[in-house]
């Protein structure tokens, strides 16, 4: 059996391991006394500069690259000369979920069947101490820890722990701010009596807001975000076409078409795909609006973002150490620049019945 000696101060040390590492699922591996000495040994230490790809948590490692159970150990001395009160940071991206347990002992559970976030755990007063963490994922998830676990003073712990939700907050607050445009931009389209834009509008709104929850929360359940993200996202995608065909002016494509469109958007990926070249078509084939052409083009780059990342076009950036994605710098500038459309349009439309009623 591998020993680790861990010497704590006022400070917190990231258990990088290596870790004894096996997939599948056994109660006993929870026990201190187990024997995992034939188990794979996984070193957590990220290269230099690493972050996970969603909110920019420090850190990052890939996991195991499948879905299942799997059991992570770790065995480790600890040497505390000022006797703290010590804790245990949770891993703080982990697909999809964990169970703790420490010396056999269950501490707790984070993630599925909801979001993954930021926990500690106060441990009692120990010298050694046998670290088990079984993890599950969902079914196309890239399973495993991705960020390591770490053990500290719990002051120190609870800094950490604070800046991780700080990260975690600052990441999804775009996400928090675009419904409430949204909601306005929806307003000044029904005032112009764009239905199909509101409506676009306000289901997007929808789609944003679940973001937030989801990630802020845990009382929405990740199946939950995942059957709205699919049901919503045609209904999106249909009502934008509609609205642009309206704003273009064009004919086509026909609102039989689009539902047909819509329809197939639940069947096959490949409809998006059609989706978004009709989308171009109508861009380029209708009236020359070249502001309004920017909106649906920016529109655009945050319906189908799968689609741009198949491409491999970046989808996130990290300015400040905070993940920015690029559908929430589209959807920024695309509040913008419609805000303006809007605005232009119906200061335009009020002075041209200014002039027919004079």
């Keep these: 059996m591998l020993w680790q000696l861990i010497l704590i101060g006022h400070s917190v040390v990231t258990l990088n391991g290596p870790w004894r590492f096996h997939v599948g699922d056994d109660p006993r591996w929870a026990d201190p006394s187990f024997d995992d000495s034939h188990w794979e040994m996984v070193d957590m230490t990220p290269p230099p500069g690493a972050r996970d790809p969603d909110v920019g948590l420090p850190g990052y490692v890939p996991g195991w690259g499948a879905s299942g159970v799997a059991w992570y150990r770790l065995h480790v001395t600890i040497s505390d000369p000022a006797n703290d009160t010590l804790a245990l940071?949770?891993?703080?991206?982990?697909?999809?979920?964990?169970?703790?347990?420490?010396?056999?002992a269950h501490f707790g559970h984070a993630g599925a069947p909801y979001s993954i976030q930021p926990r500690y755990f106060v441990l009692p007063a120990l010298q050694s101490a046998t670290i088990a963490i079984r993890v599950w994922a969902a079914p196309g998830d890239d399973g495993g820890i991705h960020i390591a676990p770490a053990i500290g003073e719990i002051n120190a712990v609870r800094d950490q722990h604070a800046l991780q939700w700080s990260r975690t907050l600052w990441g999804y607050i775009v996400d928090g701010i675009e419904p409430l445009a949204f909601v306005l931009l929806a307003v000044l389209a029904m005032a112009l009596r764009q239905s199909w834009m509101a409506t676009a509008l306000l289901l997007s709104a929808i789609l944003r807001v679940d973001q937030v929850t989801f990630y802020w929360g845990q009382f929405e359940t990740a199946r939950f975000?995942?059957?709205?993200?699919?049901?919503?996202?045609?209904?999106?995608i249909g009502a934008w076409i509609m609205a642009w065909r309206a704003w273009f002016g064009v004919r086509r494509p026909s609102i039989i078409l689009v539902g047909v469109i819509v329809a197939l958007m639940y069947a096959t990926s490949w409809a998006r795909i059609l989706a978004a070249l009709v989308m171009l078509a109508m861009i380029v084939g209708g009236r020359r609006q070249w502001l309004a052409a920017i909106a649906a083009v920016l529109a655009s780059i945050g319906l189908f973002a799968p689609e741009l990342s198949a491409l491999h076009i970046p989808g996130i950036w990290f300015p400040f150490g905070v993940g920015v994605s690029r559908t929430q710098y589209a959807y920024a500038a695309f509040d913008l620049v419609l805000f303006v459309l809007l605005v232009w349009t119906t200061f335009t439309s009020l002075r041209a019945t200014s002039h027919s009623t004079s």
């Design 225 to 236: 975000a995942e059957t709205l993200h699919t049901i919503i996202v045609p209904l999106i």
């Design 89 to 104: 940071s949770g891993p703080p991206d982990v697909d999809d979920g964990y169970d703790l347990y420490v010396n056999g």
